[in-house]
């Protein structure tokens, strides 16, 4: 009989949440490949003579009646204990949670970013995730001063400046408003930052993993603006104030407050997590996070840019000339193979399905371009449904690896037309000195022994 | 100043969930409402004093210096305890949870439904959920002998039957296939069955909580038919078969199987939880949700239906005539109000925004009615993007309470033109002696008093 189970698989999916270990990220791939290897082939054998085995033994009595059975027909597998077994009850976990199985796929902070946890980053496994949404669970976390976990009935939102009627609203009020849904993606503005120095971290977690994809539901801005009777003449910029301790404040562009900005309480269908700015949030579609102020207890109406210290000190960008580039805010187009990634190993030769994402600040992504040799021939890749402006988008591409060494890149092009740069392409530019947005293509490196890892590639 | 803190506002989200009490379940709108309703209004007052005390009490030194101050620019918040402490570090949950006051927002046991807690439901709480996805820890529960956790490099799946080269998979082998993600609703085909006898549950969690919309991850069925090379030609139906100790076995017409039904791995962006089938579940997009077996480790291939017990004894409509009419397993063209709906309090006149959902097993949904006088008058809800077939449709519309009694009603229309219908329509046709299949129109009657409760409407 033909056996699937006797070939040792590609295990893409659980490979490097398995020897991830936040005390020594920056070897990770070197130091945990071989030994995880190993024990994935052991695995993978033993299971399959225990199939074998199973098919042998057989309990043809399991075979519902019905269908003919077709002659020899082989294979009825083996009783597992939950085939035997009294399973859990309805409601045993009101709120549910992984399967103990998935332990490993945790969002992780990166070593030595930052000096503080409280004001540090925590990445999301994107080389472990499917689709476009991000489970709420796993959404990056980004803080300034850490996250606080706030009282609903006591938070506040005031909406002032050059307005006619001043308010404060309570939750219930701004909950009762006429409210939209809408998918799309948050990126931080330092994502992939640690690339620009050729850091080459070792997974996507870390080199891509500040990028998450919600469906939210909130308020659009320019309702609440027009209930405090904004001055439109004279009110030309919004101040959106966080109400954590970072006092974290940034200047909204009135013609994007009056476009597509929510004031967000619901994310992926129920209220927001703490860490992502529970109850309420700015949500600024197609430009960085930080922009999406968390917690948000105050918009302010006002006739000139506030430059506040994350405009001014953080969140620009330092050109070749030596001039700082502020607001520089809209995420522009960028992709990302996701599987095969860093860090995770390709077992034997054969088809593998290589799949990412792919985001534009800007719009709809068009297409998506894939080349296993570091750019030289790109095929297009197959776009999901449904693909919606300023959301994540999945990708997928065929492929057979003959078990010669590769260089996995993806490239998007938006609604705009616009292509996502290469390496040389973003610093003749932008130069070398940049920490903030970042959307050159990736290079993930496919060596002879299946290992992947990170590599840049001009 | 104008404080809209100082009205009390509909507290429309948190009410059902603060009163609903597993062990009076029939009782809790008569009994929970009134102390609930006043505890609620003591809040929102004491709030908006709050808030008025703050605006006096000021620190104008918070403002951020920049765009002019408008005279009289009036309000400052006082600090609360969150703006001036330290919050918590990244990644102190590597794995988030919803904040400590949503706890009462849970998928719950219908008492007394059931014998036996481990062939019973656990319902998801609509009315407390935005937009069309399903946080999935409240994915609503419904299993024939509990559910398990299974380890998935035990777990096989064995497709044979009238096939040329049966398999036995491993996830491994499974996951390496070309995958598709996908939004499909799973409606239980008893959904809103005790309505039939004019139960009245007072919760649409208990209605209409067999429901969940997800994002979901798998390998067509299609490719793994065509991978063991199935006969087509005498292949005219498939059996799935469930690992766990019901040994759920469900009968899909081969169309089906060829068109959008999926071997599924993942919800919601990462694997599928323990209690939807972890690590393995069928997919068939429109179709009851006892179909889509969980924990799946067989699929066989057969020229005949298989009959099985829960396609004969259960899962069948009585009808009128004392035939028992079997595999009606696409769910019909529905909706319902999600908010304000049984439980809820509307605490004064004025504004909210009546939203709820829709779905049909045979496409997209092409609009959604709603009354609010028991179905005499009827406006054209606003359907909230993106609209996709077989998929969860969330709509709104706005609505002033004038302080009058309402009936409140939706009625869905799909692509194929089929209109929900009335009890008495749907009657007229089914009899009253069916527990399945029930889309008829649900009404939720707002008393003078604001008090939203379920009540008949033929």
Redesign the interface.
Known sequence: ?????S???????RAPEHFVDDSLAGDIVRDGLTPTRRRFLQ??FA??S??LA??IAGRAS???????E?AG?????QP?P?????????????????????AN?????SPGLTQ???A???FTPLQ????????????F???H????????????L?V???VR??????M??V?????????HFIECGANTGMEWGNAAVPTVQYTHGMLSCC???GVPLSVLLDDVGADLKRGR?V?A?G???S?M?RTIPMEAALSDVLVA??M????????NG??LRLVVPGVQGVSWVK?L??I?V???????KDETSHYVDLMPDGQHRQYTSIQECKSVITSPSGGQALLDRG???I?GLAWSGRGPIRQVDVSVDGGRNWRTARL???V?PKCLT?F?V?WQWDGSPALLQSRAIDETGFVQPRYRQLRAVRGGRSIYHNNAIQTWQVAESGEVSNVHVD
């Not at 035997?84 to 199985?101: D, I, K």
């Not at 001063?145 to 506040?156: A, C, E, N, S, T």
């Open positions: 009989m033909s056996d699937a189970g070939k040792p698989a590609g295990r893409l999916r695995r993978s299971a399959a225990t199939a199973a098919g399991a075979a519902p009646a019905g269908a003919s077709p027909d082989p294979m009825i597998l597992r939950w085939a035997t077994s009294l399973g859990q009850p309805v409601a045993a976990r009101p709120y549910g949670e992984p399967s103990r199985f998935e796929l945790q969002r992780r902070q503080t946890k409280a540090s980053v925590a472990g995730l499917f689709g476009i949404i991000t489970p709420s669970g796993l959404h976390e980004r803080h001063q850490g996250w606080q976990d706030i009282d609903p009935d006591q938070h506040r005031m002032h400046g050059l009627a001043p308010k404060v609203y309570t219930d009020d909950m009762r408003l006429p409210s939209v849904s809408r998918m469906e939210f539901t910029f101040l104030e109400g954590d301790g006092g404040t309480w619901g992926n269908g129920e209220m927001l997590r703490p860490e529970y109850p917690w207890r105050r302010k006002g006739d000139a840019p506030w430059n506040s088809y593998f399905n799949t999901e449904s449904p919606l999945r997928n065929d």
